[in-house]
């Protein structure tokens, strides 16, 4: 596609509940990004996937969170027994991973946990 | 990663230049300065990147001096549509992932 894609825009779900987020990338790109942003703060690295090699997991915050991409397609954000304090919008990003290109982001998912 | 230190905001008028400076005393030899300009509820988006002296592109310049331990973000005569975050990162983007940092709120007035 065109840009980055991410689905659900928006999901509340109950406390105690999984989830999962999806992320489709622009085609082509062999690097793709998981961030957390809450409400008027910066951005949170959480998972970094590279083509084929291992992910960085450096930034999940809890073994509550994963994530897995298939091949340099698409990737799903997986976060387990949701708590209010995961509530916060999740950007996905991809980019071609060379140091001449940004990243491009998604628009988002807003997840409130409730 | 080089940590990256930016005003947390700044405020303007319409038509205006804005200069943002970022310093990155740590800066190392293979890593590029990126800016990236966030509007509410959306994605962060890629404005510039640059090396070292001067980059121009259609929305902004960036200004790296010699030694590369801060640069400039400048804004020509800024719009009520730029207020947004403007965030500075450094690092090589070949090996490594974006750490972004608080930013800089920009705030247009008419």
């Known amino acids: 596609g065109a840009g980055v894609s991410q689905s659900p825009s928006n999901k509340v779900t109950e406390k105690g509940k999984d989830v999962e987020l999806r992320c489709d990338p622009i085609s082509g790109h062999t690097a793709l990004y998981w961030y957390r942003q809450r409400l008027g703060q910066g951005l949170e690295f959480l998972i970094y996937f590279q083509g084929n090699s291992a992910p960085d997991k450096s930034g999940l915050p809890s073994d509550r969170f994963s994530a897995e991409r298939t091949g340099e397609s698409v990737s799903t954000l997986t976060i387990q027994r949701t708590q209010q304090e995961d509530s916060a919008v999740y950007l996905c990003?991809?980019?071609?991973?060379?140091?001449?290109?940004?990243?491009?982001f998604g628009s988002g998912t807003r997840l409130t946990v409730v | 990663l080089a940590k990256t230190t930016q005003p947390i905001s700044m405020d303007s008028y319409e038509g205006q230049e804005v200069n943002i400076t970022c310093s990155h005393n740590?800066?190392?030899?293979?890593?590029?300065i990126t800016w990236y300009q966030q509007f509410p509820s959306q994605g962060p988006r890629f404005i510039i990147q640059g090396y070292k002296t001067k980059v121009t592109n259609e929305v902004a310049s960036l200004f790296i001096p010699a030694d590369r331990k801060s640069s400039t973000l400048s804004l020509p005569r800024v719009s009520l549509s730029d207020t947004a975050v403007y965030y500075c990162?450094?690092?090589?983007?070949?090996?490594?992932?974006?750490?972004f940092g608080t930013g800089t709120r920009l705030q247009v007035f008419p």
């Open positions: 990003a991809s980019s071609l991973g060379s140091s001449d290109y940004g990243y491009t």
């Open positions: 740590n800066i190392a030899t293979n890593d590029y």
């Open positions: 990162l450094v690092g090589d983007w070949g090996t490594d992932k974006l750490i």
